[in-house]
């Protein structure tokens, strides 16, 4: 269930990446990790500030299909596509912008 953070009524919904999730960022920093660490750190901080923010503020990203939104990655060029439910949020996955669009939750 949601939480009031304080007497403004910012409500915080779990973020919960799901399994494909997870692996996807860590395929993502893997292959970053090969070129350069400090980056693949940047990525991984910059990935849990942003589901921070989106714990608070759901309704910022873009909506997409299905009821998903997605939000970019920083300065990275990825996307991420989650869906906000009654109590929690669903971290969907993360997509490489040179992919287009075309995320699908499977």
Known sequence: MAT???DD?????????????EIM??????YLAK???????IMNNQ????????????????MCENGMRMIKLGKFRYNIYYRENEDNIDILG???TSRGTEFEEQ
Do not use: D, M, V
């Open 4 to 6: 009031t953070l304080n």
């Open 9 to 21: 009524e910012i409500k915080i919904k779990p973020a919960i990446p799901s399994l494909k999730c």
């Open 25 to 30: 960022l860590n395929n993502a920093l893997a």
């Open 35 to 41: 070129r350069s660490l400090k980056q693949a750190r």
């Open 47 to 62: 990935f849990y500030e942003i589901i921070g923010i989106l714990e608070k503020f759901p309704g910022i990203g873009t």
């Open 94 to 96: 993360i997509w490489h």
